[in-house]
């Protein structure tokens, strides 16, 4: 299978799921992103079109990016940044992308550091 099969298979997945979960301003939407480097998360209120809050490994020079324990410290922070704007119920959005390794290890922090979906 080429890179761009597996690409769009993925973007098929993500439309998939996109059709069926929607944020809002009481529960916004937990966007998952998975490069081959880095990870990234995303808060987002789909009825206002808007971020409320990020969280990626770009922000942790020096040290892993590419792992699960840097995915848990993405999952860490975003649930931390998601209190801060008083939100601890998110519905989560794991972007075409399997539930397993690096996916799982950011949900399951940010489900121990308060976030409940």
């Given at each position: 299978?080429?890179?761009?099969?597996?690409?769009?298979?993925?973007k098929?997945?993500?439309q998939?799921?996109?059709?069926?979960?929607?944020?809002?301003?009481e529960?916004?939407?937990?966007?998952?992103?998975?490069?081959?480097?880095?990870?990234?998360?995303?808060?987002?209120?789909?009825?206002?079109?808007?971020?409320?809050a990020?969280?990626?490994?770009?922000?942790?020079?020096g040290?892993?990016?590419?792992?699960?324990?840097?995915?848990?410290e993405v999952?860490?922070?975003?649930?931390?940044?998601?209190?801060a704007?008083?939100?601890?119920?998110?519905?989560?959005?794991?972007?075409?992308?399997?539930?397993?390794?690096?996916?799982?290890?950011?949900?399951?922090?940010?489900?121990?550091?308060?976030?409940?979906?």
């Amino acid at each position: 299978m080429s890179v761009s099969q597996s690409f769009s298979r993925q973007k098929r997945r993500h439309q998939r799921v996109r059709r069926k979960v929607a944020g809002s301003a009481e529960r916004p939407r937990l966007a998952v992103y998975r490069s081959n480097r880095h990870m990234f998360a995303q808060l987002i209120d789909d009825d206002k079109g808007m971020t409320l809050a990020a969280a990626s490994t770009l922000e942790f020079p020096g040290g892993p990016t590419s792992n699960c324990d840097a995915a848990k410290e993405v999952g860490r922070v975003i649930a931390e940044r998601a209190a801060a704007h008083g939100v601890t119920r998110v519905v989560f959005d794991r972007g075409g992308f399997q539930y397993h390794g690096r996916v799982a290890a950011l949900a399951e922090a940010a489900r121990e550091a308060g976030l409940e979906f």
